[in-house]
């Protein structure tokens, strides 16, 4: 059985997606970008920023799923710039608090709506 997600908590979907898919106890958390939620419009330009909204938009679906932070078990994140790792990093550790996902980080070309990062994640209860 699938279940469709939906909040207010993240920006809506900007295409034919759904914010996140829960299937047998696992949740698919589709890629975020920052856009703060109430404007759709990106939060700044450092990536900083950037990294620390895309991380509460997921928290944003993750919650409304009855999920909790510590259930994600995976993340990919997708940088427009290699060069912002260490940045980014430092910002994905404190947000998960010791909490260890598995996680893909790579280099992108070019990220929707002039994004510096994006984020996807899988959580399973």
């Not at 790792?85 to 980080?105: L, T």
């Not at 709506?113 to 996807?120: E, L, P, S, V």
């Amino acid at each position: 059985m699938k279940k469709v997600i939906s909040t207010k908590n993240a920006p809506s979907a900007v295409g034919p997606y759904s914010q996140g898919i829960e299937a047998n106890d696992t949740l698919f958390v589709s890629m975020q970008i920052p856009f703060v939620p109430e404007t759709m419009t990106c939060v700044g330009d450092d990536i900083e920023s950037q990294t620390r909204r895309c991380l509460e938009n997921i928290r944003g679906i993750v919650e409304e799923a009855g999920y909790e932070l510590e259930d994600i078990v995976k993340c990919q994140c997708f940088l427009a710039d290699i060069n912002d790792f260490v940045a980014m990093n430092g910002v994905y550790e404190d947000f998960f608090e010791g909490h260890k996902p598995s996680r893909s980080v790579i280099e992108a070309s070019k990220l929707p709506k002039g994004a510096r990062i994006c984020i996807d994640a899988v959580a399973v209860k």
